[in-house]
């Protein structure tokens, strides 16, 4: 057991069998009586409990001093990475209202790959063909999906297939992200210290990178204003550029591209923002957390040009649900949809695509 292991069992000793478990990916801590855990995708409750508030309270705030942050009546809320990578989210009363709020997201291992996601019937062969495909030929990517749909694993799993001649520069919030190539250089944001100074944000990073001949740019999330930063990398030259963001579908997530990018505090009229939008960004593969917890792939789509000022796609794939069982489960298929606009150029590349009629 390495030392932080051996430290968050020391405070945290209620829920310590679900860390030392890799089948759980969350631990959800709901004050000292109600304690939830992810395994394979599903939410359990569970019976652990800590012997009350005051023991749970000072959980979070040693976890808080061990990464030198505060966690008090002024700062009631901590964000914090643990030195295994694990994440962990403090909120204590009365900001929260049934007592200490501690979430704990452990830091995968292993990262999901194409062919994993394709055993596991998140994504069909066709599919991972058309992904492969997008990617070697350098096609701007967006994934979009709800909260814990997959978004991270996706973007890993794309990033995989990235020719090793490249050089990629990785940034994130919030390291998550484990390429499998060798020329990878990884940054991470840094939050304002206690008196507000020192922060080094996702746009700062973009801005700084570009100036480190990155030839692909894969950033885990978008957020908010390096939304315009990276659709101007990928409209000047970046091509092959990934990211994720929260949305509902693949034409929401151009919108939400938008809202972003205009938080940068811009003042482009909106058609100009959009028509950067509809040409930095190529194509979108949407990820979902099926009612049963199987996460996939449910489409890819390709971005078209805009049409009187409205975003438009073009799906190459989509997942039909077709029946959900009295146990919940699931079934569907995988639906191919018209060939991408890039299928000569797949085709001049010996890129393998799905057989279209
Ligand atoms: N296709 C998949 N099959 C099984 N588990 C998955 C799949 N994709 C993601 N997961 C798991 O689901 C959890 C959330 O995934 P993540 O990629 O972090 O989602 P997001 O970035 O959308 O919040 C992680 O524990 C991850 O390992
Ligand atoms: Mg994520």
Redesign the pocket.
């Known amino acids: 057991m390495n030392d932080n292991a051996s430290f968050l069992v020391l405070f945290l000793a209620p829920v310590k069998d679900f860390l030392a478990d890799d089948k759980v ?1 969350e631990i959800l801590i709901n004050g000292p009586n109600q304690i939830y855990i992810e395994r394979g ?1 599903r939410l359990e409750e569970t019976a652990a409990h800590f012997t009350g508030e005051a023991q749970l309270k000072a959980a979070a705030v040693n976890i808080a001093k061990s990464v030198d942050r505060q966690l008090d009546e002024m700062h009631p809320d901590l964000d914090a990475r643990l030195p295994d990578g694990s994440r962990v989210h403090a909120t204590i009363p009365p900001v929260s209202r049934c007592g200490t709020i501690i979430s704990i997201r452990k830091f ?1 291992k292993e990262m ?1 790959t194409i062919d994993k ?1 394709e055993q ?1 019937g ?1 994504v069909p062969k066709e599919g991972a063909q058309i992904l492969n495909a997008i990617v070697k030929l350098r096609k701007n990517t967006i994934v979009s ?1 709800g ?8 973007l890993n799993a794309l990033s995989g297939l990235i020719p090793e001649k490249d050089r990629i520069l990785v940034l994130e919030d919030a390291s998550e992200l484990q390429l499998q190539q060798k020329h990878c250089v990884y940054f991470e944001t840094r939050k304002p210290d206690k008196n507000g100074q020192g922060e080094f944000s996702i746009r700062d990073l973009v801005i700084a990178s570009l100036r480190l001949r990155p030839d692909r740019l894969v950033i885990g999330e978008i957020r908010g204003g390096e939304a315009l930063d990276l659709l101007q990398a990928m409209n000047t030259g970046h091509s092959g550029s990934m990211s ?1 963001i929260h949305a509902n579908s693949p034409l929401d997530a151009l919108s939400r591209m938008e809202t972003c990018a205009i938080m940068s505090g811009i003042n482009f009229p909106l058609n100009a923002i959009r028509m950067q939008v509809a040409s930095a960004i190529n194509c979108v593969v949407h ?1 979902m957390r099926l009612p049963d917890g199987a ?2 792939i449910v489409e890819i789509a390709e971005v078209l040009p805009l049409e009187q000022g409205e975003y438009r796609i073009r799906p190459l794939m989509q997942w039909k649900t077709e029946a959900i069982g009295e146990d919940g489960c699931v079934s569907g298929r995988f639906i191919l949809g018209e060939p991408p606009s890039f299928r000569s150029n797949a085709e001049i590349m010996h890129l393998e695509l799905p057989e279209y009629k």
């Not at 909260?147 to 996706?154: D, E, I, N, P």
């Open positions: 990916s995708g995968k999901l996601l596991f998140s999906g909260t814990s749909s997959g978004k991270t694993s996706v994720t990820t996460r996939k």
